[in-house]
């Protein structure tokens, strides 16, 4: 689309390219011979003079956020970017951050509205399957309304999606009776199940509880774990619907991008009736036959401990919704839910943006997370456990000290932890966090940099220190 607008003036710049092609994008850039530069992340270190306009578009995808070796986040780096050349920045999205959209209401941001949908067509009717109550002996994923909702498409020869919202494994504990979630008290997030030690963890701040028999809110015996994956709905789709052709898109299967693309592609040709995924079904493709959407329970990503889990919830319902109907059908979304009444299912069924921030905003407010505060999460990694611990709990204590030095710190600052993180070992290598929140950038990067200088004198070998700035990813 661009080079048929502007000729060879345009650059691309990602990091699948070969080391060669990425150079000579570059030194076209910076011998002027390219005026449209379009990448990923990284180009926005782009070597223009004088850029002139900046467009992050999907700006909410928190995928800007370089998680290895030099950590930054693109869209924030835009900002600094724009404002340091005084060009013009656009931040494009269906679903706004909370952050940026903030910024709007304190007059940082302009709001620009889109009047239509892109590509036309009409939202698709959303509505929501209360799970709560229900008797279901052989413990089966699906609803009877969902199940009928299938059935009926695969008559019409249309093809359904089935969405898990899953993100990591971190498991929790749900009441299906009442649909309550045990949190932590001092940090709101939902507490992580262990089935080993049968217990239920803060990942924040470390509070730990025996794994409860009864429910907190209406005392029933129906406290469950809940733990899914893609797997598991297949199996249960293929029982239920054995020539209806299924297939299934998610980390585990999706090893190269040939099976990518072929799975794309059979949804395209229509060789593919059913196809169940994760996150991966929701980035930007467009389906036309694809006119009914299941999600298998929005309660999934609403319950990973992480402050945003209420903003990813209500940003994956509204992307997934946005799958269905594109094309001249109408489509219809389904949500499976214990939670009916919270407000990230509600406005995403009601495609209300405006309502959610309205809500998530005086959450934010109430218990000082970002925008109201500002986080750095100290990441502490090893492949001995014990060292990883011992050097943990010192870390802790030293931040605690210093801490209690100085008065600015001991009234603006917040030491949460150590603990383990949510997924507390990956490849081999143990996992632990300490998380300091502030309300002002300057007396936490402060505080930070002293407990860094200090750290140096922690000698524990084996055991790497990273510091996060700003974090998006909390597991
Ligand atoms: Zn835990
Ligand atoms: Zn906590
Ligand atoms: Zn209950």
Known sequence: VFRKRFGDRVAVLHSKLGLNVRYDQWMRVRKKEADVVIGTRSAIFAPFDQPGLIIVDEEHDTSYKQEKKLRYNARDLAVVRAKMAKAVLILGSATPSIQSYYNVMSHKFKYLPLLSRVGGGVLPKVSLVDMRGRKNKDGEILSPELKEA?????????????????????????????????????????????????????????????????????????????????????????????????????????????????????????????????????????????????????????????????????????????????????????????????YSVLSAMNHDFFRFYKDEITKRRELSYPPFSHLINFKIRGNSLQSVVQYSYKLGDLCRSLQQKCEESRNGLQVLGPVAAPLSKIKGKYRWQLLIKGRQVRILHGFCKRVLEEARGIRIPGVQLIVDVDPMNML
Not at 215 to 226: I, S
Request: aromatic share 8%; charged share 20%; with cysteine.
């Open 150 to 342: 299938i059935g009926a498409n695969l008559q019409r020869g249309e093809q359904t999606l089935l969405f898990l919202n899953r993100r990591g494994f971190a498991g929790f504990i749900l009441c299906t009776s009442c649909g309550y979630v045990f949190r932590c008290l001092n940090c709101h997030i939902s507490l992580t199940y262990h089935l080993k030690e049968a217990t239920l963890c803060c990942h924040y701040c470390g509070f730990t509880l025996r794994s409860p028999a009864l429910c907190r809110n209406c005392q029933g015996k129906d406290v469950l774990y809940l733990g899914l994956g893609t797997e598991r709905v297949e199996e249960e789709v293929k029982r239920l619907y054995p020539l209806a052709r299924v297939a299934r898109m998610d980390r585990d299967v999706m090893i190269g991008r040939r099976s990518y693309v072929k799975i794309l592609k059979g949804l395209r040709d229509g060789t593919i009736d059913i196809l169940i995924g994760t996150q991966m079904i929701t980035k930007g493709h467009h389906f036309p036959n694809v006119t009914l959407v299941g999600v298998i329970l929005a309660d999934l990503s609403l319950n990973i401990p992480d402050f945003r889990a209420s903003e990813r919830t209500f940003q994956l319902l509204a992307q997934v919704a946005g799958r269905a109907g594109r094309g001249e059908r109408p489509g219809e979304v389904m949500i499976q839910t214990y939670n009916p009444h919270h």
